[in-house]
């Protein structure tokens, strides 16, 4: 059984995920457009960075939810420790994203902080006791704890 640490996890973690899809969503049309503009002296170029912006989106979200499945449901510790490494990149990013909201307004920079503080319960979370001691009893070297009631 999971303790209830990792549960929250897996909560924060899904919802930042979701929250991240939301924002990109709506992002979306003005991310194409600046592939356009970009290469508007290349037509020939645009539909294949359109397919690479689309191509590199899936991949991020696959990424995340391979992340997300082997830390909430195998107890990975490479899986955990590549979370904690991509947030802590999140937060050297963070300041430049609230700098620039001018330019891409209230909303984007609002999901974005949101995204970043749900993905900041989800790493805490992982080194809550009860985690710390799930993931340590994954490898088989320590029995699991006692069910959280």
Do not use: C, H
């Not at 991949?59 to 990975?76: E, H, M, N, P």
């Amino acid at each position: 059984m999971r303790p209830q640490s990792i549960i929250r996890f897996e909560q924060a973690y899904l919802a930042s995920v979701a929250v991240w899809a939301v924002n990109s969503a709506l992002g979306w049309r003005a991310q194409i457009s600046a592939v356009d503009s970009s290469f508007a002296r290349m037509p020939e170029m645009i539909p294949a960075m359109q397919g690479l912006l689309i191509g590199l989106t899936l991949f991020v979200l696959f990424v995340s939810l391979l992340l997300w499945y082997f830390t909430a449901r195998k107890a990975s510790e490479v899986a955990k420790w590549i979370i904690v490494a991509l947030f802590g990149l999140s937060a050297v990013g963070l300041p430049f994203t609230l700098a620039g909201f001018k330019q891409t307004g209230i909303v984007p920079a609002a999901l974005n902080v949101m995204t970043f503080a749900l993905n900041a319960v989800a790493v805490w979370m992982l080194f809550r006791p009860d985690a710390a001691a799930w993931f340590r009893a994954s490898d088989g070297s320590v029995p699991p704890p006692p069910p959280v009631a």
